[in-house]
């Protein structure tokens, strides 16, 4: 399947320099489907509404042509092509762009839509934004750990080629994306997994060095759930990475999108 690498947001939080929304355009038999979607129309109309307190620690950076719908638009589909979309977790920064396809199927875990949606904790309150699936998204759950999968993770395959496998640990119901791109192998869209993505390699995808960027880090501690599961994450997500056609790639970290989208 033919993979497109788009960002669909950027934020300039203090001290941490420019964030990404990494989002997969997967060109499929079945109709286009975007792995996350970053922000969408609705967020950069009513910021405050959608996004939150968040978003002036954050400061997002508001521009309508970075959502998904916009980009897809510049390249001739329209929203009804985009017949799925599969989320790694619910934050608004990867789903804010739901309302702009109302007629796709969203895939998400049974423990991440519980934790946003039908049974959130007390933290989870604070940090869901209800009003991002106001408009009644066509949900599929998947529930359970799934089939095995690779090295000892499990996943759903919810379309042919694309499977959801479950990553809690930044979020209650977390999980990383993995898409067949074919030629290109593996790419496993690691969400909020994993922050710096010196934490799974030591080089990217372009064969630059990556340094630790400890700001990300911190964030990472700060906003995640379970950072014992995060640990964990990070050691399964370098062995993927290490692994012959497998490319791990985290939502945030600019680098990796850059080495990704850089002409060959
Ligand atoms: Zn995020």
């Given at each position: 399947?033919?993979?497109?690498?788009?960002?669909?947001?950027?934020?300039?939080?203090?001290?941490v320099?420019?964030?990404?929304?990494?989002?997969?355009?997967?060109?499929?038999?079945?109709?286009?489907?975007?792995?996350?979607?970053?922000?969408?129309?609705?967020?950069?109309?009513?910021?405050?509404?959608?996004?939150?307190?968040?978003?002036?620690?954050?400061?997002?950076?508001?521009?309508?042509?970075?959502?998904?719908?916009r980009?897809?638009?510049?390249?001739?589909?329209?929203?009804?092509?985009?017949?799925?979309?599969?989320?790694?977790?619910?934050?608004?920064?990867?789903?804010?762009?739901?309302?702009?396809?109302?007629?796709?199927?969203?895939?998400?875990?049974?423990?991440?839509?519980?934790?946003?949606?039908?049974?959130?904790?007390?933290?989870?309150?604070?940090?869901?934004?209800?009003?991002?699936?106001?408009?009644?998204?066509?949900?599929?759950?998947?529930?359970?750990?799934?089939?095995?999968?690779?090295d000892?993770?499990?996943?759903h395959?919810?379309?042919?080629?694309?499977?959801?496998?479950?990553?809690?640990?930044?979020?209650?119901g977390?999980?990383?994306?993995?898409?067949?791109?074919?030629?290109?192998?593996?790419?496993?869209?690691?969400?909020?997994?994993?922050?710096?993505?010196?934490?799974?390699?030591?080089?990217?995808?372009?064969?630059?060095?990556?340094?630790?960027?400890?700001?990300?880090?911190?964030?990472?501690?700060?906003?995640?759930?379970?950072?014992?599961?995060?640990?964990?994450?990070?050691?399964?997500?370098?062995?993927?990475?290490?692994?012959?056609?497998?490319?791990?790639?985290?939502?945030?970290?600019?680098?990796?999108?850059?080495?990704?989208?850089?002409?060959?």
């Amino acid at each position: 399947m033919r993979v497109g690498h788009l960002n669909c947001g950027t934020f300039g939080p203090p001290f941490v320099g420019e964030i990404v929304c990494h989002v997969l355009l997967v060109e499929t038999g079945d109709g286009l489907v975007l792995v996350d979607t970053g922000l969408g129309l609705d967020d950069y109309a009513d910021p405050k509404g959608r996004m939150g307190p968040v978003r002036k620690l954050l400061r997002a950076q508001l521009g309508t042509e970075a959502t998904a719908l916009r980009q897809i638009e510049a390249m001739g589909h329209s929203a009804a092509d985009v017949s799925h979309i599969v989320l790694t977790h619910l934050d608004f920064d990867h789903m804010g762009g739901l309302s702009d396809f109302p007629d796709a199927t969203v895939h998400t875990t049974a423990d991440e839509h519980a934790a946003a949606i039908t049974s959130p904790d007390f933290l989870d309150k604070r940090r869901y934004r209800p009003a991002q699936w106001a408009h009644g998204p066509a949900w599929k759950i998947h529930g359970g750990r799934g089939d095995e999968w690779k090295d000892g993770l499990t996943g759903h395959e919810v379309l042919p080629g694309i499977t959801l496998v479950p990553m809690p640990g930044h979020s209650r119901g977390h999980a990383a994306v993995a898409v067949d791109a074919g030629e290109r192998g593996l790419l496993v869209h690691a969400g909020d997994a994993v922050f710096d993505a010196s934490s799974y390699a030591d080089v990217s995808p372009s064969g630059a060095p990556l340094t630790k960027v400890g700001m990300l880090r911190t964030f990472e501690k700060t906003v995640g759930r379970d950072r014992a599961a995060i640990k964990r994450n990070h050691v399964s997500l370098r062995h993927l990475n290490d692994t012959d056609g497998i490319t791990v790639l985290p939502a945030h970290d600019k680098r990796i999108l850059d080495a990704l989208t850089a002409p060959s």
